[in-house]
């Protein structure tokens, strides 16, 4: 550290990312250096914009993209066009964890399948195409078991 300065370096290993993740944000005018070296190029940040790289990386957490974090940064959307950009995000993530639960869901419902199963026991043994029709049978997935029940209409 330097006159209370951080070297692009410094500022890269305390927050876990690359040095080249902070040229990208300098170059896209997100978090420019307080003070670069004319002899040697070397980059210093200041206090202020360790707080403003903590939020850069928190937004990028939550999905935002660099151009819309500039924007924020910047200071180009009001109260209101943020509230309904973070809404977005919001649900976004939303949409993501519904369809996650039911993920987990339907495994469960396989899990508790194969449990069940005396046929599974003899899963190693049975050809490609039996352990194939097992599977389809075991799976929950809607369409797979709409695809289950037509195919097992068509072969009786």
Known sequence: MKDGLMLIGELAAFFGVSRKALRLYEKKGIIKPAKTDDRNGYRYYAPEQVRQLN???????????????????????????????????RQAWQTAADEARHKAECLEGIMGSLEGSKEAEGIQRMTEEERAWLLAKLVCVEEVRAQRNLSEALWL
């Open 55 to 89: 939020a850069l990386l928190e937004l990028k957490a939550l999905g935002f993209s660099l151009d819309e974090i500039k924007g924020i940064v910047d200071g180009e959307a009001s109260k209101g066009l943020l509230l309904r950009a973070l809404e977005r995000k």
